[in-house]
Every structure is written in structure tokens, then in C-alpha cells.
Nanobody, 125 residues
Framework: VQLQASGGGLVPDGDSLRLSCVAS????????VGWFRQAPGKEREFVAN????????THANSLKGRFTISRDIASNTVYLQMNNLKPEDTAVYYC???????????????????WGQGTQVTVSS
């Protein structure tokens, strides 16, 4: 499956953005889809995950309440709604998918075998 992430941009502190991740080549059916982010000089960080079948979600504790992952089955798209953005949220955001994942490892980048190209989010202070 090929992933295309979009929706990033430059926004002021406190603003919102919604990122999209679209799958081409096949459906997300049977996949877990995650969002990660990577700031300059830092390791890739888990943001959220959604299980396509059933839609159960997991969010990084530090981002709960501000970030929400969701899916739209009809358009085969996974979204990341980001509210009250802060300068420390500045990073490249990646979507990733895995057809076989151990639930305890959903926050580990190596658990995912398909990655999108990333979309830049910059939050100005």
C-alpha cells in the first residue's frame, strides 16, 4: 500500500490543522494506521494509531485532548486533527501502516512497514 500524507503548513500558536493520509493501491482494510512526527535532531515520535477494523484508537499521552486520529471508510483516509497547536509541535508528520502489528508495539516506528512521505507542520510563536 502506498501512503500520501498532506495538510501540513505554517500556522500561528493556538491554531488548528487537519492532516490526511490516503492509501493508494489498496484499501486500509486489515491495517493499523499510525501517525508519527519527527522534529529536527530528534527521534521519530509516536502520535496516534487507529485500527481500521472497528476504529479503535490510541493516542500518545502527552497529546491527548489536543490531537485526535480518525478514519473515513468511504474515502479510505485517516485524519489527524490537531488543535491548540504549540511551537513544540513543529515537525515533519508521517503516516504509516502495518498489516501485522503487536498491540504493545504500536508506538514503535519499526512496527510499521509502509510509510508516507511526510508533511511539514510549523507552528510559529
Amino acid at each position: 500500500v502506498q501512503l500520501q500524507a498532506s495538510g501540513g503548513g505554517l500556522v500561528p500558536d493556538g491554531d488548528s490543522l487537519r492532516l490526511s493520509c490516503v492509501a493508494s493501491g489498496r484499501s486500509f482494510r486489515g491495517y493499523n494506521v499510525g501517525w508519527f512526527r519527527q522534529a529536527p535532531g530528534k527521534e521519530r515520535e509516536f502520535v496516534a494509531n487507529i485500527k481500521w477494523a472497528g476504529g479503535s484508537t490510541t493516542h500518545a499521552n502527552s497529546l491527548k485532548g489536543r490531537f485526535t486520529i480518525s478514519r473515513d471508510i468511504a474515502s479510505n483516509t485517516v485524519y489527524l486533527q490537531m488543535n491548540n497547536l504549540k511551537p513544540e509541535d513543529t515537525a515533519v508528520y508521517y503516516c504509516a501502516a502495518s498489516s501485522r502489528i503487536i498491540w504493545s508495539q504500536i508506538g514503535v516506528p519499526s512496527s510499521y512497514d509502509h510509510w508516507g512521505q511526510g508533511t511539514q507542520v510549523t507552528v510559529s510563536s
